[in-house]
């Protein structure tokens, strides 16, 4: 964890940027999506071919019935992915920085390619939670080397949904993997059965400006966020150039990830 890792003006620029990215977004598309028949087929197309694109994720209980809203579309985004750092100039600027490249090279990754990033909202009052997970699951490579730059927009606390991990347990190994079976649809392929031991999670409460890493094996989760105040965070996960990456990953794009 590196506290003031980004100044504040640095998380201001990102929240700013995002609050215009979300202005300029218009949730009537996604209306149709979320009220046709078809709703799970195309609902996880929508999330399959985000790799290389700008989409807008709702919290699951954003909508009614009928497909409307329930609330304002800017308090009913749960999260924006996955390609932010390579098509949006603010974000790419950000993600490529002398300082994340250097902080990168620090922890081993030599030729580092940027695999995905995320903007999480954590809404007040309604974010929902995230189970314990590890990142390895959803972005595999052989060896399995993955890193999660986890920055913290505005303080993050228990109480707004801070990040939680249970120390050590990236040794434990990998888990499961989440891969594309033959008929396409995901499935989880699971190597060790035993739940997560949620009685050794520690909160990582920290102050605007943050950064966690997170190994790409150790578990973590968040809780829902019933407070008043949103938890902005930033995620970008960084993958080494020279490792195999899993042509079964969800995360699968036309053109090649690209480095700093
Ligand atoms: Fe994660």
């Not at 750092?85 to 790419?92: A, E, G, R, T």
């Not at 730059?149 to 303080?155: G, Y």
Request: proline share 6%.
């Amino acid at each position: 964890m590196l506290e003031g890792f980004a100044e504040d003006e640095e998380c201001d620029a990102l929240r700013e940027r995002v609050a215009e990215l979300v202005s300029e977004f218009d949730p009537a598309g996604m209306v149709s999506i979320f009220s046709t028949n078809e709703q799970n087929r195309i609902a996880d197309e929508y999330f399959m071919s985000s790799g290389d694109k700008i989409r807008f994720f709702f919290e699951e209980n954003a909508f009614l019935p009928d497909g409307t809203l329930k609330q304002t579309k800017e308090r009913s985004i749960n999260k924006i992915g996955h390609a932010l750092h390579d098509l949006d100039p603010v974000f790419n600027q950000f993600s490529r920085s002398e300082k994340i490249k250097d902080l990168a090279t620090a922890i081993g990754f030599e030729s580092p390619l940027l695999a995905q990033s995320m903007y999480i909202f954590k809404q007040p009052n309604i974010g929902g939670e995230v189970s314990c997970h590890q990142d390895s699951t959803f972005i595999y490579t052989e060896p399995t080397e993955l890193v999660g730059l986890w920055f913290a927009l505005e303080d993050a606390t228990i109480a707004n949904g801070c990040l939680w991990a249970i120390p050590g347990g990236h040794k434990r190994g990998l888990k499961s993997r989440w891969v594309r079976s033959e008929n396409g649809k995901m499935q989880f392929q699971t190597f060790d059965p035993e739940p997560w031991p949620e009685n050794e999670l520690v909160p990582l409460e920290v102050m605007k400006g943050s950064l966690i890493l997170l190994n790409g094996l150790l578990p973590h989760r968040s809780f829902e966020n019933r407070s008043p105040r949103s938890r902005h965070a930033y995620t970008l996960h960084l993958i080494h150039a020279n490792a195999k990456y899993s042509p079964d990953n969800w995360l699968q794009r036309p053109e090649p990830f690209h480095g700093f």
